[in-house]
């Protein structure tokens, strides 16, 4: 597991009026279903403002599942804006996006942080169109092909 994608910040968090440009790659892990097979393309700007380090950029990756209604293959791309504010002075004890902790002391995790991000914006179950049909409920037939001979 190459997840080690963590970047020392500190120097902004010791309040240099630096700004970190981060472009990189994060494999994403497979959740629920939906596996992410590209790396995310990850673009971060951080600048330590009024004591927050903020973090700008976005994330794109492409999420591919079966689709919630008919099971066909769903290959949709997924693209977040990123805004984040963290308060460095928290650290560990308290952390924004609940399970995984993306500071840690003077680094920040990019790989969980990407993580977190991508599965954020990830639908709730994937859809291969707003108004799949789904399966017949019979005879298993996907009805987005067109209607089955058990149809009322
Ligand atoms: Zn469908
Ligand atoms: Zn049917």
């Not at 910040?9 to 790659?25: N, P």
């Not at 995790?109 to 639908?123: E, K």
């Amino acid at each position: 597991m190459t997840r080690s994608h963590r970047i020392d910040i500190g120097g902004l968090l010791a309040g240099s009026r630096q700004r970190l440009v981060l472009d990189d790659a994060v494999t994403i892990e497979a959740f629920e279903g939906i596996a992410f097979p590209d790396p995310a393309r990850v673009h971060l700007e951080m600048r330590c403002v009024d004591r927050m380090l903020t973090i700008e950029g976005t994330v794109d990756a492409r999420a591919q599942g079966p689709c919630d209604g008919c099971l066909d293959d769903v290959d949709r791309s997924i693209h977040v804006d990123v805004e984040e504010r963290f308060d460095p002075r928290v650290g560990d004890a308290r952390d924004p996006f609940g399970e995984g902790n993306v500071l840690h002391g003077d680094r920040l995790d990019v790989g969980d942080l990407a993580q977190q991000l991508v599965l954020s914006a990830v639908p709730m179950g994937l859809r291969c169109r707003e108004n799949c049909a789904g399966l017949c409920g019979v005879c298993g037939a996907n009805r987005n092909a067109g209607d089955c001979s058990c149809d009322r």
